[in-house]
């Protein structure tokens, strides 16, 4: 468990960076967004190949934003969970390979379901 938490915070710090360097201004709540569906879509991941219950998927995404200092209403967009559904499908079976989230066509899909117009 304790090498599955190490990947995992090592691609939560990944995928912190991507919109960054994606999105040349960003503003607080887009970066909000992003990051939570990215914290959704690994989760799920996790969750889809047996590593995590329901209980702990919720337990974890709820941390890792309050940790962030991000309200947990963000969670509730829908926008954010279409994206997490995104992330997690595009993730497949590596659930820390953070360089498809890097991948030109996932990102202007993810611009379109934000309604980011950049």
Request: glycine share 6%; hydrophobic share 45%.
């Amino acid at each position: 468990m304790t090498r599955i938490l190490k990947k995992y915070f090592a691609f939560l710090a990944i995928i912190q960076i991507f919109p960054v360097i994606a999105v040349p201004v960003m503003t607080d709540a887009m970066r909000e967004e992003a990051y939570a569906a990215s914290v959704i879509g690994a989760n799920l991941c996790y969750l889809k190949k047996g590593r995590l219950d329901e209980k702990t998927f919720v337990l974890n995404v709820e941390k890792v934003i309050k940790d962030k200092g991000y309200s947990l209403e963000v969670l509730n967009k829908d926008e954010v969970q279409k994206v997490g559904k995104l992330v997690a499908k595009k993730l497949g079976n590596d659930c820390t390979n953070g360089k498809v989230l890097q991948n030109e066509d996932f990102l202007f899909e993810m611009f379109k379901i934000f309604n980011w117009n950049i």
